[in-house]
T-cell receptor, first 113, second 111 residues
Framework: KAGVTQTPRYLIKTRGQQVTLSCSPI?????VSWYQQTPGQGLQFLFE???????NKGNFPGRFSGRQFSNSRSEMNVSTLELGDSALYLC????????????FGQGTRLTVV | DAKTTQPPSMDCAEGRAANLPCNHS???????VYWYRQIHSQGPQYIIH???NNETNEMASLIITEDRKSSTLILPHATLRDTAVYYC????????????FGKGITLSVRP
């Protein structure tokens, strides 16, 4: 079966803009988590959604938000982009909550210029 | 979540067993040990997890010491494709739990 699909794979945005990233989980998976990966900070947890509800949130500013739809697909949004938001954004899905035995997508590489 | 300590890097010869150590001396009784790996330019991949018993699957074996303060991930016959960053994570799998990735250990498999 298909893995976790993230779109787009690559994105270039300008400071101050906003961006929406999309994640389609593995069929049947109901939990989706998002992570940010940078060379300096490594992999950091952003948030987790299960049954359309945010269940857990990492230590990121309110500019980072997300949502989950009834089909378990998820989007994350970053508003007022800063240069430091340049990163690989990874989505992971799992059958249930919490998302500890997770299947990760290839990620979206966001570059803010 | 309890913190883990891993050496920054190690290498092994192709075809030999790779034994990746992890210290988690402050682990609580209800916290599991998870291992993930990340091959360059890919998302992390779940490998295995355990509570206190040794575990084995098609990818690897996980050996947890009796006092649970350390563990070893064993790749029985390492291949070049196993070159990756390996993360040892300790997590309580209850409400509000999450995977907290450290720096991991970079395994280089040499021909």
């Amino acid at each position: 079966k298909a893995g976790v699909t993230q779109t787009p794979r690559y994105l270039i945005k300008t400071r101050g803009q906003q961006v929406t990233l999309s994640c389609s989980p593995i069929s049947g998976h109901r939990s989706v988590s998002w992570y940010q990966q940078t060379p300096g900070q490594g992999l950091q947890f952003l948030f987790e959604y299960f049954s359309e509800t945010q269940r857990n949130k990492g230590n990121f500013p309110g500019r980072f938000s997300g949502r989950q739809f009834s089909n378990s697909r998820s989007e994350m949004n970053v508003s007022t982009l800063e240069l430091g938001d340049s990163a690989l954004y990874l989505c992971a899905s799992s059958l249930t909550y919490p998302n500890t035995e997770a299947f990760f997508g290839q990620g979206t590489r966001l570059t803010v210029v | 979540d309890a913190k883990t300590t891993q050496p920054p890097s190690m290498d092994c010869a192709e075809g030999r067993a790779a034994n990746l150590p992890c210290n988690h001396s402050t682990i609580s009784g209800n916290e599991y040990v998870y291992w993930y790996r990340q091959i360059h330019s890919q998302g992390p991949q779940y490998i295995i997890h355990g509570l206190k018993n040794n575990e084995t699957n098609e990818m690897a074996s996980l050996i947890i010491t009796e006092d649970r303060k350390s563990s070893t991930l064993i790749l029985p016959h390492a291949t070049l494709r196993d070159t990756a960053v390996y993360y040892c994570i300790v997590v309580f799998t209850g409400a509000n739990s999450k995977l907290t990735f450290g720096k991991g250990i970079t395994l280089s498999v040499r021909p």
